[in-house]
C-alpha cells in the first residue's frame, strides 16, 4: 500500500511557464510535508516544507499548497527555469520521537524546463 | 562541515559476495538512514536508526543488516549481494532538535552494480 501517491510522472514545461506537481497521502499521522529536488547524480535536497497547520507556503518561485481535508499537497514552481529540470519527491513524515527523521517518498516528477 | 558522506561512490559485486557501504555525517545527527532509489519507485527506507546502539527496519530491509556504534557511522551491510540489490543507495540524517524536524540532508549516493 503506496502511503504517498505522486503525480505526474513526468512533466515538460516551457520556461517562463508554471510546473504543477501533485501529491496524495493517506497516513492523517503524517505532520511534516517536504518537497526534496534531485539533480542527476546527486543526492535529494529539502526543497521547501510545510506542516498541517497552515494551507500554504512561499519561498521565492516554489510554493507548497496543503489541503488537510482532501489528504493533498501540491509544488506549484513559478517562472521555471531551464535550471529548474530536476526530478522532485514529495514527502511525509510524522515528527514524534519514534518517526522523526523518517519520511516515505512519492515515486518522484521529472521536470524539464524547454528553453 | 562535510556534511553527509558515502564511500564508495561506485562498486561492482558479484552474486553472492558481501560488502558494506559506508556513511557518515558531521553534524551531530541523530537520525540516520539508509534508502534504496531505483528507476520509477522514488526512494524506499531499508534500515532506520534514532540514536547510537538504536536501529530499526524500514520498508525493504531483507538482505540488508545496520548497526550503529557511533553518532557519527551508520554502515549498511549486503550479507550475500543479489541482482535484485542493483541500485543507488543514499544514507541520509537528521537532528532531533526543534526547527525544521524531519528535514533529512543526503549523501551523495553509491551506484552499486551486483552482477
Known amino acids: 500500500q503506496q502511503q504517498v501517491k505522486q503525480s505526474p510522472q513526468s512533466l515538460i514545461v516551457q520556461k517562463g511557464g508554471i510546473s504543477i506537481i501533485n501529491c496524495a497521502y493517506e497516513?492523517?499521522?503524517?505532520?511534516?510535508f517536504p518537497w526534496y529536488q534531485q539533480f542527476p547524480g546527486k543526492g535529494p535536497a529539502l526543497l521547501i516544507a510545510?506542516?498541517?497547520?497552515?494551507s500554504e507556503k512561499k519561498e521565492g518561485r516554489f510554493t507548497i499548497s496543503f489541503n488537510k481535508s482532501a489528504k493533498q499537497f501540491s509544488l506549484h514552481i513559478m517562472d521555471s527555469q531551464p535550471g529548474d529540470s530536476a526530478t522532485y519527491f514529495c514527502?511525509?513524515?510524522?515528527?514524534?520521537?519514534?518517526?522523526?527523521?523518517?519520511?516515505?517518498f512519492g515515486d518522484g516528477t521529472t521536470l524539464t524546463v524547454k528553453p | 562541515n562535510a556534511g553527509v558522506t558515502q564511500t564508495p561512490k561506485f562498486q561492482v559485486l558479484k552474486t553472492g559476495q558481501s560488502m558494506t557501504l559506508q556513511c557518515a555525517q558531521d553534524?551531530?545527527?541523530?537520525?540516520m538512514s539508509w534508502y534504496r532509489q531505483d528507476p520509477g519507485m522514488g526512494l524506499r527506507l531499508i534500515h532506520y536508526?534514532?540514536?547510537?546502539?538504536?536501529?530499526d527496519q524500514g520498508e525493504v530491509p531483507n538482505g540488508y543488516n545496520v548497526s550503529r556504534s557511533t553518532t557519527e557511522d551508520f554502515p549498511l551491510r549486503l550479507l550475500s549481494a543479489a541482482p535484485s540489490q542493483t541500485s543507488v543507495y543514499f544514507c541520509?540524517?537528521?537532528?532531533?532538535?526543534?526547527?525544521?524536524?524531519?528535514?533529512?540532508?543526503f549523501g551523495p549516493g553509491t551506484r552499486l552494480t551486483v552482477l
Open positions: 541520509a540524517s537528521s537532528y532531533s532538535g526543534r526547527g525544521p524536524l524531519g528535514e533529512q540532508f
Open positions: 497516513n492523517t499521522a503524517f505532520d511534516y
Open positions: 510545510i506542516r498541517p497547520d497552515v
Open positions: 514527502a511525509a513524515g510524522s515528527s514524534d520521537n519514534t518517526n522523526a527523521g523518517k519520511s516515505t
Open positions: 553534524m551531530n545527527h541523530e537520525y
Open positions: 536508526s534514532v540514536g547510537a546502539g538504536i536501529t
